[in-house]
């Protein structure tokens, strides 16, 4: 997983909107665990490519953000990037769709090693 202080800075600012605070239950203390949790768990892109592609600038960041990490796929449920479906050579699909692909990858590596 790939991501910027950009977009971590944009999830920060998008929890604590009202409307999600008031959906969901959590405090300040669990945005900032979170937050370093995506830290340690991603690899940290910087110096972006200034990009403007869609009506949303924060769309912008996050191809900008896969542009950099050269990735093949924006995972995502974004109604704008997915109408996108591809970007250059970075494909934009459902959390649903990837597991497709991850799993059928996997099948395809479960048999070549069974048949040896």
Do not use: W
């Not at 892109?45 to 769309?59: E, F, I, S």
Request: without cysteine.
């Amino acid at each position: 997983m790939f991501l910027s202080e950009e977009i971590l800075t944009e999830t920060e600012h998008t929890l604590g909107y009202e409307r999600i605070r008031e959906r969901y239950t959590y405090t300040d203390d669990d945005v900032a665990d979170f937050l370093n949790r995506l830290r340690i768990a991603a690899i940290l892109v910087d110096d972006l490519p200034p990009l403007t592609v869609v009506r949303d600038p924060n769309d912008d960041m996050v191809i900008a953000t896969a542009q950099r990490a050269q990735t093949a796929y924006i995972v995502t449920r974004d109604r704008d990037l997915l109408t996108l479906q591809q970007y250059e050579d970075i494909t934009i699909i459902t959390p649903e769709a990837f597991i497709a692909i991850v799993r059928e990858q996997e099948a395809s590596r479960t048999e070549g090693n069974s048949e040896t």
